[in-house]
């Protein structure tokens, strides 16, 4: 793991399981690697790989069966489309800020009040 992102170590595992799935060498339906195998591969403690599968399993990226194992989605990270339809909505509001303060440092740049 790279100590100097400013990503936790978890994260980052996460983050490098997402790259394997989209790059494809993880597929729909694979079987990941146990968890201990999982924090050798990435260095990590036993704790840390299983907090980045809880991260993987609450983001619909795999799931998990008890004593079976954990798998990549069969629709890998389903995004809920109210959760991204409020975000484009928050991200609309803070474009409009933008602008307003833009306008102002304009006004105020050249001298009007």
Excluded: C
Excluded at 27 to 46: D, H, M
Excluded at 61 to 90: I, K, M, N, Y
Aim: proline share 5%; hydrophobic share 35%; charged share 25%.
């Amino acid at each position: 793991m790279d100590p100097i992102t400013s990503l936790a170590a978890y994260q980052q595992v996460a983050e490098a399981i997402k790259a394997e799935i989209r790059s494809g060498h993880l597929r729909p339906g694979q079987r990941l690697p146990s968890n201990r195998a999982l924090s050798k591969q990435y260095e990590v403690a036993l704790g840390t790989a299983q907090k980045a599968l809880k991260m993987l399993e609450d983001g619909d990226w795999v799931t998990t069966t008890p004593a079976v194992g954990v798998f990549v989605a069969a629709t890998p990270g389903h995004e809920d489309p109210s959760t991204t339809q409020a975000l484009a909505g928050r991200v609309e509001q803070i474009q409009d800020a933008l602008e307003s303060l833009r306008e102002r440092v304009r006004r105020l740049e050249r001298g009007d009040r």
